[in-house]
């Protein structure tokens, strides 16, 4: 067995398994009817898609889309990015390592659930600079501005980063509309929470592990915004835990793909019609893999609760609202430490 740091081992529970059960389930999304530019959308068409994915968001909290409209050279430019950037040596990654005052950049000991991460990252927001409460502190009103970290080399990291961000965006944006249309509401219902967004996007790099039988590349989790769409390589890796029997199911690499998730925020907004699905990264000893998610989250001034249209006197509201930016500023600063309790959940506002 080769050998790793303790401080990255999973307590026997949550080791993976290397047997691997794939996900059948996990639903293919075709969006060719929103996203063909001569045809004019299709009602029917648009329903079907509507339906497919309220099913899947009730189903799974998770499926991947294909035909969807984002540019695929966009997206082999900041993986060539990504590859160029993470192979640099450790000490210039540092040049532009995270800290508690400048939580973007580059950063090689995250903790999930207070085990190390077998992975490295690079984090840049959509909004340059983005607006946060200067602390998580919920009598502090002061505010803070996060700026994004671009490394020297390779020089094309910048335009690689910002223009793929902005042809996601359109991707996220669509599918909140579409979600909006599957519980009932207007189609714009979610655009306002996003004026002032504080979206993430973050490369992932998993190097090969000696030991994957007792590490994981990202420990069990829920994302916490709105809604989360990521792209993969083709070595896999991603496991996401089946709502009907609670294994662990592997998602296989479609070509092609976004895979998508819904984050916390949405599990509040409808109350609970839709959860977000705890997923984890299984790695292994062979083959380095890269990962793209971009974390569509909103404006810190959001108080995140159950939407009005959703609730009445027989469904009360199961969440007591809270503060998306305190929220995330306290996760942000203690993700830095390896606390001795659990990061805050949304479960801390339940009812
Ligand atoms: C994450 C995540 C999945 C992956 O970064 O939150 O779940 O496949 N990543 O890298
Ligand atoms: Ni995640």
């Not at 910002?162 to 599918?175: C, G, I």
């Amino acid at each position: 067995m080769g050998e790793v740091d303790p401080a990255f081992v999973q307590d026997p529970e949550h080791r993976p398994k290397l047997s691997i059960i794939e996900a059948e389930g996990i639903p293919l999304i075709d969006l060719s009817a929103i996203n063909s530019p001569n045809s004019i959308s299709d009602p029917e068409a648009i329903e079907g898609i509507v339906g497919e994915i309220g099913n899947a968001c009730k189903e799974w909290g998770f499926f991947q889309v294909i035909n969807h409209g984002v540019s695929s050279s966009k997206l082999q430019k900041i993986e060539a990015a990504a590859r160029k950037f993470f192979a640099l040596p450790l000490e210039e990654k540092r040049k532009i390592r995270r800290d508690m005052n400048n939580v973007l950049g580059y950063f090689d000991t995250e903790n999930t659930k207070n085990i190390r991460d077998w992975k490295e990252v690079f984090d840049f927001n959509a909004e340059d600079p983005t607006l946060v409460p200067a602390s998580p502190d919920p009598e502090d009103n002061e505010e803070t501005e996060w700026t994004n970290q671009w490394p020297e080399y390779p020089p094309e990291m910048r335009e690689a980063c910002e223009e793929y961000a902005r042809e996601v965006e359109k991707l996220a944006l669509k599918l909140m509309g579409l979600i909006a249309l599957s519980l009932g509401l207007p189609e714009n219902k979610f655009d306002s929470f996003f004026k002032d967004q504080t979206t993430r996007i973050r490369l992932n790099h998993y190097p090969p592990c000696p030991s994957p039988q007792l590490a994981l590349g990202v420990g069990r989790h829920k994302d916490g915004g709105a809604l989360t769409v990521l792209a993969q390589d083709d070595v896999g890796g991603l496991e996401v835990k089946r709502k009907t029997d609670g294994q662990w199911t592997r998602v296989k690499p479609t070509p092609n793909t976004y895979i998508i998730n819904l984050g916390d925020i949405l599990q509040v907004w409808s109350n609970e019609r839709y959860e977000s699905t705890e997923h984890r990264v299984m790695v292994n000893s062979e083959k380095e893999r890269f990962s793209i998610p971009y974390f569509l989250e909103p404006a810190h001034y959001t108080i995140v609760k159950t939407l009005e249209e959703l609730i009445n006197e027989q469904n009360p509201a199961k969440y007591r609202p809270y503060s998306w930016g305190k929220f995330m500023t306290h996760r942000k600063l203690s993700n830095f430490k390896k606390l001795d309790v659990e990061n805050i959940q949304i479960h801390h506002f339940r009812v």
